[in-house]
């Protein structure tokens, strides 16, 4: 079975300034997706990044980019120029590519707080 | 992207009670799931909605206690029975996947059982 783990339950950045969060993932599959989803007090699940297994090129998407390093099954997000807005909660995500298990599997999450 | 409504978007129920949470997606989609997020935690998927066939579940949720309806390619509900205290979470639908890779999710449901 695949899991997806994220190893900081915390982090804290100043604001412009620049964050990376840390997402490592199991599994014995080539072909998958890989997400991260930002989740503020509101609760609304947003998507921030997706990467497909398949793709060497890095994910970026305005301020936000991915390390993926299929190898070690590692999956980074970082957030450039940091702003208030960016406070939340953070969910690494992955999901097979096979169309009958079309299901998120999530981390625990990490909760970013930004300084003013 | 598709946007998803959900209602109610909060509820206050009384143990031993039911309360059935609806999805609505804007667009015709193949593939609809419900997940529990219970307090300060990650996300669970409970299962998959299946149109025109039964929910797949996953382990450790069960028909009779999570039932699911997926009458069409744009709605589905999901009714939380015999309510416990224990069942007080955020039940998140999400749409997507198949052919799309991306899911995209509803604004949850805050449940609290009495």
């Known amino acids: 079975a695949q899991t997806v783990t994220q190893s900081q339950p915390e982090m804290s950045v100043q604001e412009a300034e620049t964050v990376t969060l840390s997402c490592t993932y199991d599994t014995s599959e080539s072909d998958y997706y890989l997400f991260w989803y930002k989740q503020p007090p509101s609760r609304q699940m947003i998507l921030v990044i997706r990467q497909e297994a398949y793709k060497q090129q890095n994910a970026t998407e305005n301020r936000f980019s991915v390390n993926f390093q299929k190898a070690a099954k590692s999956f980074s997000l970082k957030i450039s120029d940091s702003q208030l807005g960016d406070a939340a909660m953070y969910f690494c995500a992955y999901r097979s590519a096979r169309g009958s298990q079309g299901n998120l599997i999530f981390g625990k999450g990490t909760k970013l707080s930004v300084k003013p | 992207s598709a946007v998803i409504s959900q209602k109610p978007s909060r509820d206050i129920c009384q143990r031993g009670t039911s309360l059935t949470i609806q999805c609505q997606v804007d667009?015709?989609?193949?593939?609809m799931f419900w997940y529990r997020q219970q307090p300060g935690q990650s996300l669970t998927l409970i299962a998959t909605a299946n149109q025109g066939s039964e929910a797949t579940y996953e382990s450790g949720f069960v028909i009779d206690k999570f039932p699911i309806s997926r009458p069409n390619l744009t709605f589905s509900t999901l009714t939380v029975s015999n309510m416990s205290p224990e069942d007080s979470s955020i039940y998140l639908c999400s749409a997507g996947g198949g052919s799309t890779d991306t899911q995209y999710f509803g604004p949850g449901t805050r449940l609290t059982v009495l």
């Open positions: 667009s015709q989609v193949t593939m």
